[in-house]
């Protein structure tokens, strides 16, 4: 069993009860603003192709990737064994932060696995292959690094990132035994001739490397157990893309509820779980697969998205109206994974973006369409979920958010007074610093990003070429 981390007897938890996008950096900003630096922000699933939004209060905006979005605020981050890294975009986020004067501290787990530029190259193949058939993947090879990993002869972590000559060997085996094997398995092989180039570019591999040496550079390698903090887990995509629970292959490789939760809660030792589940006012989607109840157009001329634009690997937004026994059954799903535990755990709700439903919205309880007014939907949704606590978000930062009762982040910053003058950091963790190298991009390379989930972003116009670049 892992150490306990310090101050850590109760934890609060993010997690998006839809398809993603649900507000997520906005609600764990929320959490930690009142903690700041005794936060932990832990992800716990997902990878690089999340893409949290906060958005301050003084006007500046990031949307989160690999870094925790407590980072604004000051709170360490840390990547667990469930998070798959991904060294090249992390390159690009420590820079973007910089920008904004933000240095994070990072830490990661020795056990997580690593994203190589053949599991993009992968998943973007495929995808093209598969034309009008895609399951709306965003190419940034999340999914084909699970299941590399799967096979140990291919499997790389963390921990395998430090030897460069060993490192440059097995990713001179995946390029040459594991890509043509999985592409044939997928039916993409063989590729064009101008994919086998990029494939076949040596430059492309020993820039990884480079990215790789830098990554290390940014992370501390640790166990949860050697931090001190009060730990808020943020979650990645939503309930209804877990790849147990969604409509297969619509689905992501991850669990996005509770299940990678309970086990580092109970390494950790954490006697309670207080979890925020997060919706939108009305539902959205990125990317192929089912949408209930889906609309031919936003549902309302208020509605603003900045950060899910459309790209070349999921296409546009997709809306639909809310069912709140869709909502209903996938909380109470997730809930039952907890029965057996050992951990008691309680939960709320968070509806967002009910400053864009305009003076009421529509939305499906028990099969009929109902309307209401943007606090009237919210405690119809709170009813149907069974949440005696609700959140209630009117804007895109943390001063729009409205608490029931007491509870949420009155409670945080309680426990962190309580909690924080008593903790010692076991490690310093460092900030991560941009000095990690943004060449220039090869305009000829196919393999510019999207996202992986329906969680996304702007475009990174990430380039997987000699010249590895943003």
């Known amino acids: 069993m892992r150490a306990l981390c310090q101050g850590s007897a109760r934890a609060q938890v993010v997690i998006g009860a839809g398809y993603g996008d649900e507000g997520k950096g906005l609600l764990t900003d929320a959490l930690v603003a009142p903690l700041r630096a005794h936060a932990l922000v832990v992800r716990f699933n997902g990878g690089a192709q999340a893409g949290h939004t906060v958005t301050l209060p003084d006007g500046r905006r990031h949307v989160f990737h690999h870094v925790g979005s407590g980072a604004l605020a000051g709170a360490l981050t840390y990547l667990s064994r469930f998070f798959v890294a991904n060294p090249i975009l992390l390159a690009a986020e420590i820079g973007d932060l910089a920008t904004l004067g933000v240095r994070p501290k990072i830490a990661i787990?020795?056990?997580?696995?690593?994203?190589?530029?053949?599991?993009?190259?992968?998943?973007?193949?495929?995808?093209?292959?598969?034309?009008?058939?895609?399951?709306?993947?965003?190419?940034?090879?999340?999914?084909?690094?699970?299941e590399r990993c799967l096979d140990p002869r291919f499997a790389l972590a963390v921990r395998d990132l430090g030897d460069r000559a060993g490192l440059r060997a097995h990713l001179s085996r995946i390029r040459a035994e594991w890509l043509p094997r999985r592409l044939a398995s997928l039916r993409a092989w063989p590729i064009e001739a101008a994919d086998a180039a990029i494939v076949?570019?040596?430059?492309?591999?020993?820039?990884?490397?480079?990215?790789?040496?830098?990554?290390?550079?940014?992370?501390?390698?640790?166990?949860?157990?050697?931090?001190?903090?009060?730990?808020?887990?943020?979650?990645?995509?939503?309930?209804?893309?877990?790849?147990?629970?969604?409509?297969?292959?619509?689905?992501?490789?991850?669990?996005?509820?509770?299940?990678n939760v309970l086990a580092l809660a109970s390494e950790a030792e954490i006697a309670h779980l207080d979890v925020v589940y997060a919706t939108r006012a009305h539902v959205t989607r990125h990317g192929a697969g089912p949408l209930a109840h889906e609309l031919d157009r936003p549902p309302s001329a208020a509605v603003v998205d900045a950060t899910n634009i459309a790209n070349p690997w999921q296409g546009r937004l997709r809306f639909g109206t809310l069912d709140l026994q869709i909502l209903a059954s996938a909380i109470a799903a997730d809930l039952a994974d907890a029965a057996s535990s050992g951990i008691a755990v309680s939960h709320r709700l968070a509806v967002t973006c009910l400053d864009q439903i305009g003076a009421a919205m529509d939305f499906v309880d028990n099969g009929e369409v109902r309307r209401a007014s943007p606090e009237g939907l919210a405690a119809a949704?709170?009813?149907?979920?069974?949440?005696?606590?609700?959140?209630?978000?009117?804007?895109?930062?943390?001063?729009?958010?409205?608490?029931?009762?007491?509870?949420?982040?009155?409670?945080?910053?309680?426990?962190?007074?309580?909690?924080?003058?008593?903790?010692?950091?076991?490690?310093?963790?460092?900030?991560?610093?941009?000095?990690?190298?943004?060449?220039?991009?090869?305009?000829?390379?196919?393999?510019?990003?999207?996202?992986?989930?329906?969680?996304?972003?702007?475009?990174?116009?990430?380039?997987?070429?000699?010249?590895?670049?943003?």
């Open 200 to 259: 076949g570019s040596d430059g492309v591999l020993e820039h990884w490397l480079d990215d790789a040496e830098a990554f290390l550079g940014a992370v501390t390698v640790c166990e949860m157990g050697g931090l001190a903090g009060v730990l808020v887990f943020e979650g990645a995509q939503g309930l209804m893309l877990d790849q147990h629970r969604g409509a297969f292959p619509y689905v992501t490789r991850s669990n996005t509820g509770l299940k």
């Open 109 to 146: 787990d020795h056990d997580a696995p690593v994203t190589t530029p053949y599991d993009m190259m992968i998943n973007q193949f495929v995808e093209k292959a598969r034309g009008r058939a895609r399951h709306g993947s965003c190419g940034l090879g999340f999914g084909e690094t699970i």
């Open 381 to 470: 949704a709170a009813d149907a979920v069974g949440a005696r606590r609700l959140m209630t978000s009117f804007g895109p930062t943390r001063d729009t958010i409205c608490v029931s009762q007491e509870g949420g982040m009155r409670a945080a910053a309680s426990t962190a007074n309580r909690t924080t003058a008593s903790m010692k950091p076991i490690l310093v963790i460092p900030e991560a610093r941009s000095a990690i190298r943004d060449p220039a991009p090869d305009p000829g390379s196919p393999l510019r990003s999207g996202r992986d989930d329906t969680n996304t972003t702007e475009p990174i116009r990430l380039v997987v070429s000699a010249g590895v670049g943003q």
